[in-house]
């Protein structure tokens, strides 16, 4: 008799009493799912074969799960409910995920001792750092919204288009609010465009604290934000007053209907900015940059001007939004780059911020 076993991924189950051949089984039916390893056995083969291989399962308190893909039949494991299955209160069980098959894997040990990756601990100092920060944040915005909404008739009538006044007052809120907990460096500010020029501007995207930063340089430029933002009060109804534009992710209407309002803000005047990696970096990389914001420039002809950001992913991690670390931000205003072909703009600005990102990690060792 013989044992189906997969040593590399941990899996065993043990058929001494059903061997292959018993069974009607044939161990080069057994493939690996190239995925994780919760999926670690699959069994393609007869509907006879997955009926065999059931009685077997069902032995060792697991239940079998057939699932057709692409014309192929397969046959999944998960633990049974059985009081006497060892596998059953596992957290990594199928009573979670009822297409895994429990493994012992090193995907096992995640959150234990013997953890390759452990998470650090948060210390008590960033959780209090972060809780003043949002009530800091909260209290000025209140106030500077009150202001806001006085002006904004004025703003509508005589600029309604660049709403100077309200970045005027934006640069005042992010100002007010990180200054006492983080300082902001400049460099290259003799890069940047005259505030009336119109440019797209394009930044690295670490943290949610990218947006506090930005705003400091005082340019009324046009963020690019989620609908579902402006819905938060206070915070919401500023970014809807301020003209920042909205876009539903994963709808290729609304980034359509996006890419058009840009432009025609630049064509009245305006400038636009743009995270081009669409969302914050998880692990401190740059990830590839969309072509969006330099189609844009390409066809308005107007300047690209990169911005690196150093330091925000350190202070507010992506995900850890309710912390606040020590530290010091950098905001490195890179020269405009001008072109009329959106891929070289791409990689132009793309390759900018990657090596002053590398050169700043050098110099920081």
């Known amino acids: 008799m013989e044992a189906v076993s997969l040593s590399h991924t941990g899996f065993s189950l043990p058929l001494h009493r059903y061997g292959y051949h018993e069974l009607g089984l044939s161990s080069a039916s057994f493939s690996l799912l190239p995925m994780n390893a919760f999926r670690g056995l699959r069994y393609s083969s007869s509907l006879h074969e997955q009926a065999n291989l059931r009685k077997a399962a069902q032995h060792y308190c697991y239940s079998s799960i057939i699932r057709k893909c692409v014309g192929v039949s397969s046959c999944y494991l998960t633990p049974n409910e059985n009081p006497y299955n060892l596998w059953h209160n596992n957290p990594f069980s199928g009573k979670r995920n009822p297409r895994s098959i429990i493994v012992r894997s090193e995907l096992a040990k995640m959150g234990t001792h013997e953890v390759g990756y452990p998470l650090p601990e948060v210390p008590l100092s960033s959780k209090v750092r972060g809780t003043c920060f949002y009530a800091t944040t909260a209290i000025t915005a209140i106030y500077l919204f009150m202001l806001m909404l006085v002006v904004h008739p004025i703003v509508l009538l005589t600029d309604r288009y660049r709403r100077r006044i309200h970045y005027t007052i934006a640069k005042m809120w992010a100002s007010l609010t990180v200054a006492p907990f983080f300082r902001i460096k400049y460099e290259g500010l003799e890069n940047l465009p005259a505030p009336n020029s119109p440019a797209v501007y394009v930044s690295n995207h670490q943290s949610f604290l990218d947006i506090y930063t930005l705003l400091t340089l005082g340019r009324s430029f046009k963020f690019i934000s989620k609908t579902a933002i402006f819905l938060f009060p206070i915070i919401g109804w500023a970014m809807f007053m301020m003209g920042v534009v909205p876009l ?16 025609e803000l630049i064509r009245k005047g305006a400038s636009v900015f743009f995270f081009p990696e669409g969302t914050r970096t998880k692990d401190g990389k740059l990830g590839a940059f969309k072509k969006g914001a330099f189609s844009v420039a390409a066809k308005t002809k107007v300047p690209v001007v990169p911005i690196t950001l150093v330091g925000t992913g350190s202070i507010m991690p992506a995900g850890s939004e309710g ?43």
């Open 323 to 365: 912390i606040l670390n020590m530290g010091s931000v950098k905001v490195l205003i890179h020269k405009p780059v001008i072109g009329s072909d959106p891929e070289a703009l791409c990689n132009e600005a793309r390759n900018v911020i990657a090596d002053a990102l590398i050169l700043k990690k050098l110099e920081s060792k």
């Open 248 to 263: 539903k992710r994963m709808d290729s209407r609304s980034q359509l209907d996006c890419l058009k309002r840009c432009m």
